[in-house]
């Protein structure tokens, strides 16, 4: 058994107060020995999403100050805490959303923690975990894609956009992708039958004469400002157009009328909605690992920064700069 204790200081990443990303402050802490119910976890890989950008920019307001963003990270256990039942130390694990996951070593709750395969080495599952669970959710269950669905995957190039792709054409269907620059076309053309760089031509026209006026099934948009309205016409009668992230800024909401005249289902999917309970979680994580060991996700596009460099992670991010999953490394 290791020691219960961890007296010697470690990287985090925190702010002081909402602003831009040169709000993030690298800095040392001492993290001590786990609680009941928690274990203490050595980071090797901490995953970027869009929504830390939130948190750090006061979009979503946080308790307390000093703040440490990040929700999801992969690592191992380096100490058990009491009455912890089926995680030991040496257990390789990941997590979403726990927030406070920029640091190199910090106390976790396990119902939040799912057990790694055999294979899939800590930085994947950084970059697959919370993506992946919601490209899951997205073709799961929000509108569960079968083969022969048409499918609109707007940035296709980014982390949930690039899983949710891969996945997408791995279930059969017919997959149209949007990167908001021409330069990125090459990354997603492999795993996409029809890409669209918006910087270069309309992408609603395109769609429509791809799918020969009749639309796609479902539209997948985490963009959302400078691509929702515009989705509306290419999404077919009785279609679904789901929202799960923005970007770009928040959309205007859409006029009722619309929808209305065309039975359109419009979804803003909340992730932790489809994972109620810890079996739930696991099932969807087994999901997501089995299909990046089947190859469905093909080879990983990760961008890699330092921890101490989380803010220029952030300038990127949010500059749309960064291709796949972005990921700190203590």
Known sequence: MGSLSSDAPTGVVYMQAPGPPSVLVYGQEKVGAPGPGQVRVRQAAIGVNFVDTYFRNGSFKVGSFPFVPGVEAAGTIEAVGPGVTGFQEGDRVAYHFVVGAYAEVRLLP???LVHLPDGITLPQAAAVTT???MAWALLRRVYPVQ???VVLVHAAAGGVGGLTARWARALGATVIGTVGAAAKLAVVQPYLDYAIATDQEDFAARVLEITAGRGVDVA?????QATFAASVPVVKPGGTLVLYGSS?????PLAPAELAQRQLTVVSPVLGTYLPTQATLEQAAADVYGALQKGWFGELTTQTYPLAEAARAHADLEARRTTGSVLLLP
Do not use: I
């Not at 997948?220 to 959302?224: E, T």
């Not at 770009?248 to 205007?252: A, D, F, H, V, Y």
């Open 110 to 112: 396990t119902d939040n």
């Open 248 to 252: 770009s800024g928040r959309p205007q």
């Open 147 to 149: 083969n022969g669905t």
């Open 220 to 224: 997948y948009d985490g963009v959302g």
């Open 131 to 133: 993506k992946g669970l």
